[in-house]
């Protein structure tokens, strides 16, 4: 009888031993490495604009007045968290970052895209007559200039603002290369 208690409570302490040494460690206080990613886009504005687009926890899309002294206000739309990928999508096309041509002509952009990150701000403003896009502080000064590979974001916006004639006809008049896809 007193052999079957002791290798009852030996086969016991050996299923706990087991057990214990089975089991992973649950030290939370070890630190993962974070692989920095290296992108064109990344070495195209920089560390700081990149986090803020990234990162962001807020766009709006802006609809710029034509004019200067124009009536008409910019019209804004704040864009759901659920489009962030959308747009991230069509801004981080690696071909947006590859060329700033010399265009003959003033940059009069059309659409503002606002990107908030806690209290900093980053500006696209896009010129969609000149086909170039650009990246602006928040107090409006210009950081960096590129051509526009696509019309993905004239598509967006038509999107945006199903309203607007000037987007639409705008995008009716491209070539229907450049209505399909990617230059």
């Known amino acids: 009888m007193r052999?079957?208690?002791?290798?009852v409570l030996m086969l016991a302490v050996?299923?706990?031993?087991?057990?214990c040494s089975a089991k992973t460690p649950s030290d939370k206080s070890t630190v993962k490495t974070i692989v920095p990613t290296d992108t064109i886009m990344q070495k195209a504005v920089g560390d700081s604009i990149y986090?803020?687009?990234t990162h962001t926890k807020k766009i709006e899309v802006a609809v710029l007045p034509q004019a200067t002294d124009s009536i008409k206000q910019e019209v804004k739309k704040k864009i759901s968290a659920k489009e962030f990928g959308i747009i991230n999508f069509i801004v981080t096309n690696p071909k947006n970052y590859i060329s700033n041509a010399i265009v003959y002509g003033n940059f009069i952009p059309q659409l503002m895209v606002t990107y908030t990150l806690k209290k900093e701000v980053v500006n696209l403003k896009y010129d969609f007559g000149l086909r170039k896009w650009g990246v602006f502080d928040a107090e409006d000064k210009e950081v960096i200039m590129f051509d526009l590979a696509s019309d993905n974001m004239l598509r967006y916006v038509c999107q945006q603002f199903p309203d607007n004639t000037f987007f639409h006809e705008l995008l009716m008049t491209r070539d229907p290369e450049g209505i399909i896809g990617d230059k």
């Open 3 to 7: 052999i079957k208690v002791l290798f």
């Open 14 to 19: 050996i299923a706990t031993t087991t057990n």
């Open 51 to 53: 986090r803020i687009i």
